[in-house]
């Protein structure tokens, strides 16, 4: 018996263009009917598991306002996309200091993608709404929208400028809305909203009616773009997920309808996102998402059998901010890379473009340093699986079949690198140097591997080790802390 909620939902989703029912799973007893064999499942993932690096891009309304409220700094720290949740403003009065400031300038989007692409992205994850409720596409359900307010349609210039880069296309879409005027923010307990805790202006709410603008918005955004290969949802509590709260079960038999090979995160439904889990990949459903998404952090150790993408923020706001200058290092940006594909996880990295869509020059020189590094080292993580050994005190380790690349952090004094496997090794050479072979023998403590004196790179030097049969490793005594560096 379906109750009166889903009745309206129901009524307001035969509203939207019927979609082919033959295809449409039916999802009328709540459970989620899209199944897959998992080798389909592993056919669908293939890209993403080889892809191991994408760009992020944070970008709305606040990214205008740079930082700033009523004409100054208004804190230090935070992420600057919730500047309207800190100032505790009502949409309108958000908007009205907001809008005037985002003036995207004409190409904005290219430049973002080359950069992406010369640093060895291989996929784009973009806001197309973030909490404001702000639609970066020409949309046609309600006027708050780059189409209503810029007679733009932004989205479709990011993908554009993807596209001509070669590159996957992501949509990051808030669940989470500060605008939309039925959004009941009082049943949405553990999610932020800048009018919590005071009564609704406009009397009552109707969390079903916003359920609809957001299946409908979702709807346009992956009818009208061509193939979409992500979608980024964010996010949900324990208290406030799945259908109660988005209506996630038609949702995703909505997209899956759409486009079918597209690869969803997991916060439709709460999950260990941003908590540190003891195990996480206990807590991981593979029904309610593709991949878990540690934020701002990397597992202490790889999660098998689970797809997981780390998300960062270059310095200490996914918005930007005119004010944060904690721009994290070339080396540490590397080493993260390095450490995420030594456990087989993928690496998120977040840009936070201005108000009219250029980029501040430290971002730039952030993907360019990792994009000289790639240049020359990118075979050792795209297309890689996790180390098939701990992390040894000199560095970490990524896999491809027989090869085994060891990412070298601490160049050995004696120039003798022990590798903790029983392998004889068929070759073994610098990625920087592949005209010079490095010598090798076979010892009860491991591989041992005669380095030339001087390590290539000042941050991650790559050894490209061919080994014979399956890596038979030894423990490795003291084990690096798996601590991101
Ligand atoms: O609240 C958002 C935040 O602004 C940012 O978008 C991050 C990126 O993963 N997600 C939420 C916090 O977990």
Known sequence: MKNRSSSILAALLSLLPALPSEVMAQSSDGTDAFHETT?????????????????????????????????????????????????????????????????????????????????????????????????????????????????????????????????????????????????????????????????????????????????SQVKELLAGYGKVDILWWDFSSQAFQGDPAWGATDLVNMVRTLQPQVIMNNRLYSGATTQAAADESKLFNTRKGDFTTPEQRIPATGMPGVDWETCMTLNGTWGYSEYDKGWKSDKALIRNLVEIASKGGNY??????????????????????????????????????????????????????????????????????????????????????????????????GLKLKLPKQAPDPHVSVVKLVVKGEPDVLPVENAASAKAP
């Not at 389909?40 to 309304?61: I, T």
């Not at 080359?114 to 409720?133: D, M, N, S």
């Open 39 to 215: 080798a389909e499942h592993d056919a669908r993932m293939a890209w993403w598991r080889d892809a191991r690096f994408g760009m992020f891009v944070h970008w709305g309304l606040y990214s205008g306002l740079a930082g700033n409220w009523d004409g100054k700094q208004l804190k230090k720290g935070g992420g600057m996309e919730w500047i309207q949740q800190y100032v505790k403003a009502d949409t309108d009065a958000y908007a009205a200091q907001a809008l005037p400031l985002f003036q995207p300038k004409p190409g904005f989007a290219r430049e973002w993608m080359k950069l992406a692409k010369q640093a060895g992205c291989r996929y784009v994850v973009f806001t197309t709404k973030h909490h404001e409720g702000f639609s970066l596409h020409d949309s046609k359900t309600g006027d708050f929208n780059a189409g209503a307010k810029l007679k733009r349609d932004l989205v479709k210039e990011i993908v554009e400028a993807a596209r001509a880069e070669g590159l996957k296309i992501g949509f990051y879409h808030s669940l989470i809305d500060w605008h939309h005027d039925q959004y009941e923010y009082a049943k949405a307990k553990g999610l932020p909203h800048p009018l919590a805790g005071k009564a609704y202006p406009n009397g009552k709410r109707d969390h079903e009616l916003y359920k609809a603008h957001l299946h």
């Open 348 to 445: 998120l990295l977040n840009i936070g473009p201005k108000g009219d869509g250029s980029l501040c020059p430290e971002t730039i020189k952030a993907f360019t340093a990792i994009g000289r590094w790639m240049k020359v080292n990118a075979e050792s993580i795209h297309g890689t699986t996790a180390s098939p050994f701990e992390a040894p005190d000199w560095g970490r380790a990524t896999r491809k079949g027989g090869v085994i690349y060891l990412h070298v952090q601490e160049w050995p004094k004696d120039g003798v690198l022990t590798v903790p496997m029983r392998n004889h090794a068929v070759e073994a050479l610098l990625l920087a140097e592949p005209a010079t072979k490095i010598p090798s023998s076979s010892t009860p403590e």
